[in-house]
């Protein structure tokens, strides 16, 4: 499955975005699907985890209920709403696909990834 990832840009300390993730396939729905974000010089950080029909999901810690992941399996469509960001939430944030039969909280469990899209959180 290839992904497309989009939304990010450039906003203040306390704004919101809602990331996008595309896909290519209409077996999107059975896939779980993940957010990971990553800096330069670091390791890519889990951010968000959800079922194939989106009942269930989990959130790294330090998401703290600012961040809301979905899904639009009719659109083929993964969803990552941000809210009251801050300049640490800066990097760029990844979609993946995985074939496993759980939610996956490392990238080692994820098959497929998209391209990234850069989010820069700066007044």
């Known amino acids: 499955v290839q992904l497309q990832a989009s939304g990010g840009g450039l906003v203040q300390p306390g704004g919101s975005l809602r990331l996008s993730c595309a896909a290519s396939?209409?077996?999107?729905?059975?896939?779980?699907m993940g957010w990971f974000r990553q800096t330069p010089g670091k390791e890519r950080e889990f951010v968000a985890a959800?079922?194939?029909?989106?009942?269930?999901?989990v959130y790294a810690d330090f998401v703290k209920g600012r961040f809301t992941i979905s899904r639009d399996n009719a659109k083929n469509t993964l969803y990552l709403q941000i809210n009251s960001l801050k300049p640490e939430d800066t990097a760029t944030y990844y979609c993946?696909?995985?074939?496993?039969?759980?939610?996956?909280?490392?990238?080692?469990?994820?098959?497929?990834w998209g391209q990234g899209t850069q989010v820069t959180v700066s007044s």
């Open positions: 959800i079922s194939w029909s989106g009942t269930h999901t």
């Open positions: 993946a696909a995985s074939r496993a039969l759980s939610l996956q909280t490392t990238p080692e469990g994820y098959n497929y």
């Open positions: 396939e209409r077996t999107f729905s059975d896939y779980y």
